[in-house]
């Protein structure tokens, strides 16, 4: 059983996504939601961490926030899963703690 | 009443629906816009995501404020900055954003576009050539 990470801050406003990733451990999830999801569009200057993120770690997006801010999945960085409320619950109930990067 | 005309710029750095401040902005533009003032309105960083089209808030039980941009151009709202370099940062383009717009008088009735997109160096210019900003 491992963690599940959650931020909620755009990458380009806070560091809560650098922390989150510079310490989540390998075989950890990271769910990003509310203003979070802007760190999972590809070709922004947030792209970097989160691609190197991906060999360690799974990242998933909540799309119920994406579609709010007007965001397609298939800007969605390849790799990083989009789940739905019922997906959230679901990780909440899969790893051991849920821990959140404010 | 005083007569003189004041050149004010509400400066918009924030993403919507994470915090209150976007909504806030477009609801003080909206009153003010009732005082007959100059009005420009600049969207730098996170601010640019206000902009976005196709904005779906139904799933996330949030009122979705975004149509509300489309109706600027009716409160003589003409001058809307969006910085470039802010664009370029979060991998979007002007075609990712609403197709906002004014109708001038003086033309008769011509649909004209109310997002003016500039450079930061330009946007520096702007926030100083303005009397009053409006932090948002």
Redesign the interface.
Known sequence: MSTLHTV???P??KTSLAACLGHASAGSAVLLL??GV?AA?????A?DQVKGALDSVKVYVL???L??????EE?VIPGISVV??GGFVDLAAEHEKVQAWL | MSETIKNFLYLNR??????IYAWESLEVVLIGAAFDQDVSLAFV??GV?QL?????????G?K?F?PTYAALGDYEVKKIYVEKESLD???LSLD?LQHLTWEDEDDDWAEKDSIRLVTRAEMTAIMDGADVVFSF
């Open positions: 909620n801050k755009s380009f406003e509310e203003d802007y569009l590809s070709q922004t200057s792209e799309g119920p926030d579609r709010a801010r007007g965001l397609p800007r739905d409320y | 924030k993403a919507p629906y994470g915090t960083e996170d995501f976005t089209k196709n904005q779906d808030t139904a799933a996330v949030m979705n975004s940062e979060r991998g990712d």
